[in-house]
C-alpha cells in the first residue's frame, strides 16, 4: 500500500523551529518529486515546497523562501522540511504529497501532522 | 497569483447532480490542461478525485466528471450519495517557479 506518514509537528512559540518528517512506503520514493501543502485552521489549501527526486532542485512559496528548506533522505524514504523563524501565519496542518507526472497530480497524501505557533 | 475562485458552498439531494466551478485565469485555469480536484473528509487528508481536468484516478467512481471551458473548471458529481458530502478544492498548474500550483478556496457540499 502506498503511504506517506508525517511527523513532527507541535506547538512552538513564534521565532522558533521545527523539523518535519514524512516517511514514505509502498512505492519508489527516489523516483517521484515530492511536495509539502499545508491548512491553516478552516482555511483551503496552500502550497509550500517541492524537491527533485535526487534533490537537486527544491522551490518554494514566497511566504516560507529563506525561512523554510525541504529536503530528503531517499536511502530512508523520508522527506523532510525544516522550519525556522517561525510566524503565527506558519499554523496549519502540514501534508506531505507525491507529485504525479504533472505536479496538480498529487497522490497519496499523509495524514497531515499540525503545527501551532503561538506564545 | 491568488487563489482559484470556488462558490463557497452547493448543495444537492441524493440522486442529483451538482455541478461546482473553479474560475482562475490564463495564466493558470485557462492557460494548461492540467487541473485537479480533492475531496476532503473533516479531519482527513485530500483525497484526488480528478486529475488533467477530466481523468479519474482507479477507484474513483465513474459519478464524478470533470471539464473546463477558457478560465473556468468544473467538477460535476452526479448521483448525489451521502458520503459525497466534502469539501472540494480545486487545483492549477499556474507555471510560475515560486508558485506552479494554486488552489482554489474550497467548497463546502452538502447533501440534503
Known amino acids: 500500500e502506498v503511504q506517506l506518514v508525517e511527523s513532527g509537528g507541535g506547538l512552538v512559540q513564534p521565532g522558533g523551529s521545527l523539523r518535519l518528517s514524512c516517511a514514505a512506503s509502498g512505492f519508489t520514493f527516489s523516483s517521484y518529486w515530492m511536495s509539502w501543502v499545508r491548512q491553516a485552521p478552516g482555511k483551503g489549501l496552500e502550497w509550500v515546497a517541492n524537491?527533485?527526486?535526487?534533490?537537486?532542485?527544491?522551490y518554494y512559496v514566497d511566504s516560507v523562501k529563506g525561512r523554510f528548506t525541504i529536503s530528503r533522505d531517499n536511502a530512508k524514504n523520508s522527506l523532510y522540511l525544516q522550519m525556522n523563524s517561525l510566524r503565527a501565519e506558519d499554523t496549519a496542518v502540514y501534508y506531505c504529497?507525491?507529485?504525479?507526472?504533472?505536479?496538480?497530480?498529487?497522490?497519496?497524501w499523509g495524514q497531515g501532522t499540525l503545527v501551532t505557533v503561538s506564545s | 497569483q491568488s487563489a482559484l475562485t470556488q462558490p463557497r458552498s452547493v448543495s444537492g439531494s441524493p440522486g442529483q447532480s451538482v455541478t461546482i466551478s473553479c474560475t482562475g485565469t490564463s495564466s493558470d485555469v485557462g492557460g494548461y490542461n492540467y487541473v485537479s480536484w480533492y475531496q476532503q473528509h473533516p479531519g482527513k487528508a485530500p483525497k484526488l478525485m480528478i486529475y488533467?481536468?477530466?481523468k479519474r484516478p482507479s477507484g474513483v467512481p465513474d459519478r464524478f466528471s470533470g471539464s473546463k471551458s477558457g478560465n473556468t473548471a468544473s467538477l460535476t458529481i452526479s448521483g448525489l450519495q451521502a458520503e459525497d458530502e466534502a469539501d472540494y478544492y480545486c487545483c492549477s498548474y499556474a507555471g510560475s517557479y515560486t508558485l506552479p500550483v494554486v488552489f482554489g478556496g474550497g467548497t463546502k457540499l452538502t447533501v440534503l
Open positions: 488533467d481536468v477530466s
Open positions: 504529497a507525491r507529485e504525479g507526472a504533472q505536479m496538480t497530480r498529487f497522490d497519496p
Open positions: 524537491i527533485k527526486q535526487d534533490g537537486s532542485e527544491k
